[in-house]
Structures are given as C-alpha cells and as structure tokens.
C-alpha cells in the first residue's frame, strides 16, 4: 500500500518536471499539494514521512478527523473545500495556513472578523470559477478585481494568488482556456499594484490536467485520484454546494 503511493508520487514528480521542461520553467517553482479527501490519516502520513508535506482537505469534518493522526509529522495544511460562514470557527482551530477558495465578501468579512478575534492572520487565494459550470464554485472571472480590492482591505487575510478548477473535458484546449483566464486575471491584478496583495500563486491542475496548468504558469498543483487512488465518492460530493 504505502510503496503504491510513493512510487505513484515519484511517477507525478517526473509529470512536473517534464512539464516544467517543456515550457522552460523552473520545476522549484511549482509545489505539489496533495489533496486527501477520503485518504486516511496512516496513508497520508506515508507521503509526510517522505518530505511531501503540502496536503489540503474539502470538508472540516475529515480535518478534524484526521487532525491528531497527523501531528506527529510536521506539515502544511491548506483549505481547497467550500467553506460555509458558520464553519470558520471550526476550520480556524486546526492550524490551516492557507484558505484557497475564499470567493465571497460575505466570507472574507465573517474570517476577518473572527481572525481579529482571535488576533491571527491568514493566506487567501481567491477561487475563481473559470470554466462557468454551475457546479463549480468560485466568483465569477468580472468579478474577481473587485472581490480583491474589498478582501485587501482586511488586514488579517493575507492575498497570495488565484485558485481554479478548470473545465472537465477531453479537449485539452478548452481546459487550457480556464487556466490562461486565471493567469490574465492574475496579471491584471498585478498591475494594478494593490496595497496588501500579493498574487505570486496560482494553483491549478489537478491529476488529469496538471501538464496543462503548468504549461499556462501553475504554482502548486493540486493532485489526488493520481497519488491516492480513485475515491469513494464522486467529486460533487464534495464540489457541490447542494450536497454539503
Ligand atoms: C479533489 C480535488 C483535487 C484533486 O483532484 P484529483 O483529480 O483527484 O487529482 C484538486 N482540487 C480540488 C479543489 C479538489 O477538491
């Protein structure tokens, strides 16, 4: 079991670097995040223990869960589910550095106002929905400037890039086009020199796309099925607003 799971994350190492080769870019510059819905805490621990130490949940339920198992290897712990207001109290109390898919003021403003409670901060990436399912969360791509003028205004949530999941699909070029949009948003952002927001992060890709996010400038890679293994449940489990 655990030798599978090593030998799955040496085969998407040798994935990033000859993406990374292929569109000469540094592979230092793309983080792998390993999303570990419905894994174990004894089977993520197998990838902590060899220095793959970037892991994200969906649902604060498997955090907590999990929460204990894990201490014994130090880690990062990002956020990739959709978080409900009156979930962020929960989520705050397990030691998560990076929430990646704020897409709402309403969310930003109800973190903030905790975090100034608690007097904590935290890492933000913006979700945005780039491939306009309504299935998908993450704020619409006209409105992701606005959404990040308003959060860099709360000074306990710390701006670091943009988050997607791009389209299902075959056709590789339609995939593409969510992850070239994430990156011109960034760019625009960019330029626009906005006090309190960095925006060096985009993290795209998953197991089936990732070549092409990094081919389009992904920063971390979110990948699970190719490392874990197929899951229990289907994704709109987990992606689907009606189902949480
Ligand atoms: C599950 C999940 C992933 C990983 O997807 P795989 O196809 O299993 O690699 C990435 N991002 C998010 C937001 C997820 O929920």
Not at 83 to 97: A, E, G, M, P, R
Not at 125 to 152: C, D, M, R, W, Y
Not at 178 to 192: D, G, M, T, Y
Request: charged share 25%; with cysteine; net charge negative.
């Amino acid at each position: 079991m655990g030798e599978e799971i090593l030998e799955n994350i040496a085969v998407i190492k040798e994935r990033i670097n000859n993406a990374c080769k292929h569109s000469n870019r540094n592979p230092d510059e793309v983080k792998l995040l390993l999303a570990t819905k419905t894994v174990s805490a004894d089977r993520i621990k197998i990838a902590l223990q060899a220095g793959h130490t970037l892991i994200a949940e969906n649902k604060i339920q498997e955090i907590k869960e999990k929460y204990e198992a894990l201490q014994e290897v130090p880690h990062t712990n990002h956020f990739i589910g959709h978080l409900q207001t009156n979930k962020i109290k929960d989520l705050l109390k397990y030691n998560v550095s990076c929430i990646q898919s704020l897409d709402r003021l309403d969310l930003a403003e109800k973190l903030h106002q905790r975090l100034l409670f608690e007097s904590k901060t935290i890492e933000v990436l913006i979700q945005v929905n780039t491939s306009n399912e309504e299935s998908k969360f993450g704020v619409h791509p006209n409105n992701v400037i606005e959404l990040v003028k308003e959060v860099a205004k709360f000074e306990t949530l710390k701006i670091k890039g943009l988050m997607t999941i791009g389209l299902f699909s075959a056709e590789t070029e339609k995939v593409r086009e969510c992850f070239r949009l994430l990156r011109k948003i960034q760019q625009e952002i960019i330029s626009l020199n906005i006090p309190n927001v960095e925006m060096q992060e985009l993290s795209m890709g998953m197991s089936g796309d990732m070549e092409t996010a990094i081919a389009e400038g992904a920063t971390i890679v979110r990948v699970g099925t190719a490392i874990f293994g197929q899951r229990i449940y289907p994704d709109s489990y987990y992606w689907n607003e009606n189902k949480n």
